[in-house]
């Protein structure tokens, strides 16, 4: 090692990978996702590749050749009927069900880009995506079909698709599930009269059916450096925008997460598919990986309340779970679950948000397995850090980076801390972004020299591990003192009577920002919580200027669709708060 | 009286219901209820403690006739009835525990209910034509438990089709009630218009009583607000098809239609007065969901 290379070039963390973990990427085996999708349909056509299961047990399963099969008709439908070309937006607005990946994987065969999109959006957010995109196809859930007459005139989506959660299910099933929709919890509204061609998806799969044949001459010639999805992300800044992830750097995330649980992949792995597809975790994690694998998929239409998952649970030899800190915390508040765990579990991978320390312990003790926390972001695909599955346990570690990727602290500068430091993560490898959809500006400040700045603060220990600190964006200067709101939140979320905490700054006259707690109370717990009672514990175990200056009780904290608590939805109401005084 | 073909149809319902209340449960629901059985127990406690005496006490204080009184007492010491599960839906009580309650109460009835019935109508003092052989309950309730085992297996084996059938037995667990209705009533009307209050006043109270005192108890043990609302509706709604069936397949002609009457107008009733106390214990579920936030609002403005 020179004197001038920093040490996080030197991989301090490759003898974490002990003999489990390939060292480097293998090559690319697939010109782009539509092979690996039509590969994988071949390999394993008579195994059963997705069952979507609703929460009275009912369900649907295509087989991988089903799968190929139909994703070849929607990519027919696609470019004959629809006449799109390679390149083409098309917008996915869809729940986990058997119609996401074969609408999914049809949209990667015609050459055309997905853009995903949450199925929760209010109408301005999906104008503002339709239009962002440019998308010219939509493909929606029908429950939530009412928006469209809002939304279609002001973009320029030229045709539409609609969908049902149960749809692809045995006939006396779907039929069932729709009633209960329509009659009981009336969340089938009627189909609004639009100027543009409205189908379902069975007549847009009847109609590519007879264009299936030519699916592989879409795709034979695409590029591997083509994009293959638009995932927009809000990030911190506000406005949602578009990551550009081409085909070449999802298959190579796919590629480093095959590389860290291959120690624990067998021929017949079944996976819980909780989290929606249409976040990039459970899109790379669960969907493409598990693909490759030849893996069954366990789709979840709706996990919340997480008494939904129950019939999934019972019914599928489940052995992987992807989640997030709120889902396993969830699952381990109900009898069912902790009575009879998974019996074939390997293991669970967390990802979205900081794993509580105590979640994973108990997550370990009821079902012997461990939960491996990974660290990502959209714009890298998303997976960048891991925690190995073998080896000791490092709890509050997003692990070490994955194969095939180079990871740096930096101070604000650009320059690499010194070791034991905290800065700024940044990433660079073949997972990371060609930069954000018609934003030059944004791209650059965030794109340089091919590393990518996440905006997280993180240390690593001497064995190559990370440690996030905190977001960059969050810190609270309180009279010059950083403190990290993340600190702050576990010293919380120790009290038996906090059920979930956040903590963000405020301006104040003295110190300049103050530390301001957002508090849900434990139901479970049963007397009084008080401020008082609250800032005494946080000075049980932190300096003064860390203490809370003020307490807020909350029944809820803002979240995003994968229970991620929103810090920037509470700045913008302290924000609004301060701009009144 | 119900004619030959209608008892028939009547046990085939039953037989549904009862595939449909399998369906609705798995092994492990009864494993995880024998780790923790305190709420289930309490709940046996209301529905074989409170219910067959309180049917004891209203024959006897009203002075009923004994083909009343065995119609009384074998409705208070019949098994929790599956559409006690619906109203615990709707009251948003505790849908675990009321399913639990009603399958463990269905299991037990094999061993508690004829004692129960033999116990207490020889305590009433009926005995002779009107005695319900003991052999004949258990017969009943042994037969329905095969499509009880026959759901649970279902579910496990084919989800689907376990799903509807779990969904077709809760339906008819409604249409049964309606078929009683549409059958017995218009036949029985000059009965019903000379029937004397206090046999009315059994019908209803029986199970208007039952949740009162299924309440207390319950709040008694120390189950919270919420558990003792499900206690409650469980307790006071019992299998009335199932009692119908014991007495159709038990009596015949006057004697039949004579026992039958309590059941049948128990069975009318309940779907009544557990539709108001469903939306009374509603509210009372949603106050006190409100309460606790507004303790937590007064918190927020003092800190």
Redesign the interface.
Known sequence: MTADMPIYDTRPWLPAYGNAIARELPPPRYRNLAELAARACERFANKKAFTA?VP????GTLTYRQVGELSDAFAGYLREVCKLQAGDRVAVQLPNSLTYPVVALGVFKAGCVLVNTNPLYTASEMVHQFNDSGAKVLVIVDMFADKLAEVIPKTGIQRVVLSGVSEM??A??NA?VRGVQKVWSKVLPPIPQLSIPVERIKAALASGKAHQSKAAGYWTDLPSSAVAALQYTGGTTGVSKGAMLTHANLMSNVDMVLAMGKSHHGSDECVLTALPLYHIFAFTANLLTFLELGGHNILIPSPRPVQNLQ?AI??YPITWITGVNTLFNGLMNE??FT??PPKHLKAAIAGGTALHHAVAERWQKITGTRIAEGFGLTECSPVVTFNTLVGDVRTDSIGVPVPGTEVRLVNDDGVPVPHGEAGELIVRGPQVMQGYWNRPEETASILKDGWLFTGDVAVMDADGYFKIVDRKKDLVLVSGFNVYPNEIEDALAKMDAVLEAAVVGVPDANSGESVRAYVV?N?EFVS????DMVVAHCKSLLTDYKIPK??????ELPKSPIGKILRKDLKAEVKAEFNKK | MLSEAETKLLGIMMMVIMLGMGASL?F??F??AF??PKGVLVGLLCQYGIMPFLGYLLAVSLGLSPALAVGIILIACMPGGTTSNIFTYFSKGAL?LSIMMTSVSTLVAVAAVPSLIAFYTKSAGVSGEFAIPAANVAQVLVVLLVPTVIGMIL??TN??I???I??IGSLLGVCVILFLIGSWVPRNYQLLLSTPWPVFFAAIGLGLFGMLLGYWLAQLLKQDNNRSRTISLETGIQNGPLAVLIVTLTFKDETQQQVLLIPVLYSLFIVLTSSVITLWYRRNATQEALA??SA??G??V??
Request: glycine share 4%; proline share 7%.
């Open positions: 299961v009275n047990g009912m369900n299910f045995p006396i099933p069932i019939r019972e019914n009898e069912w009575a009879f109370k139901p009084e919580l008080t401020k003020s307490v807020i009780f909350r029944n | 798995t492990r629901d494993l995880i780790k923790k675990a579910r496990k989800p689907n376990g799903a509807t779990e969904l606790r936030d937590k609002v918190r927020a003092s800190a």
